[in-house]
């Protein structure tokens, strides 16, 4: 079975600081895919990025960068010098391509960065 | 890029009636649809995925003849949630996924139920 865990409930930093989300992911298949998903007060889900599973590069974009370790079955994100506007609950996700292509969610992590 | 759209956006309705939540592609064909329910300050849990013009497949749990999904065109599923109580209030969440680029799977903006 598939498995996100996401062990920070909620975070608070204050502004300007650099934060790392925790994700660690259970599968026994070796293709597949983890994404990263932003949802502000809105509610809705904003996509920040796909990686698959025979990609191990790290990926930076902006201030926001990622680091897959298949040998820790982590796939971490960190802000960097975090701005309020980053508040928001982060979902981890996990889906196995060519089976049911469900995406299975973390339970998220709430982030509240201070000013 | 792809559009998913939900529609209403929220709805309020007394306990006992039914209501209907819509999930459009916009600007792609979808042969998958998928549907997830978020309760306040959770997660979001995959309530069933819907293929088009064939019935839904429910996640374990799900009563599927309280929550109707029909998927009738490439580009549109609905959801009914029959006789609401106040405990189905939530947040729900299409996705589609692109029939063209297989791998892409996109979120609508959900719809907040409020049943009273």
């Known amino acids: 079975a598939q498995k996100v865990t996401q062990a920070q409930t909620e975070i608070s930093v204050v502004e300007k600081e650099d934060v790392t989300l925790d994700c660690v992911y259970e599968?026994?298949?070796?293709?597949?895919?983890l994404f990263w998903y932003k949802q502000p007060p809105s509610g809705e889900l904003v996509f920040l990025i796909r990686?698959?599973?025979?990609?191990?590069q790290n990926e930076i974009s902006g201030r926001y960068s990622w680091n897959f370790q298949k040998s820790t079955s982590s796939f971490n994100f960190t802000i960097t010098a975090s701005q309020v506007v980053d508040s928001a609950v982060y979902f981890c996700?996990?889906?196995?391509?060519?089976?049911?292509?469900?995406?299975?969610f973390g339970k998220g992590t709430r982030l509240h960065i201070l000013p | 890029g792809a559009v998913v759209s939900q529609h209403p956006s929220w709805v309020i309705c007394k306990s006992g009636t039914s209501v209907k939540i819509e999930c459009r592609s916009l600007?792609?064909?979808?042969?998958?649809m998928f549907w997830y329910r978020q309760f306040p300050k959770q997660s979001l849990m995959l309530m069933a995925t819907?293929?088009?013009?064939?019935?839904?497949?429910?996640e374990q749990g799900v009563e599927k003849d309280k929550f109707l999904i029909n998927h009738a065109s490439l580009t549109l599923s609905t959801l009914t949630v029959t006789s609401a109580h106040p405990e189905d209030s939530s947040f729900y969440i299409c996705?589609?996924?692109?029939?063209?680029?297989?791998?892409?799977?996109?979120f609508g903006p959900g719809t907040r139920l409020t049943v009273t």
């Open positions: 996705s589609a996924r692109d029939r063209d680029q297989y791998y892409e799977q996109y």
């Open positions: 599968t026994r298949d070796t293709t597949y895919y």
């Open positions: 990686r698959n599973s025979f990609d191990e």
């Open positions: 996700a996990l889906s196995i391509p060519n089976r049911d292509d469900k995406i299975i």
């Open positions: 600007d792609f064909q979808a042969t998958t």
């Open positions: 819907s293929n088009e013009g064939s019935k839904a497949t429910y």
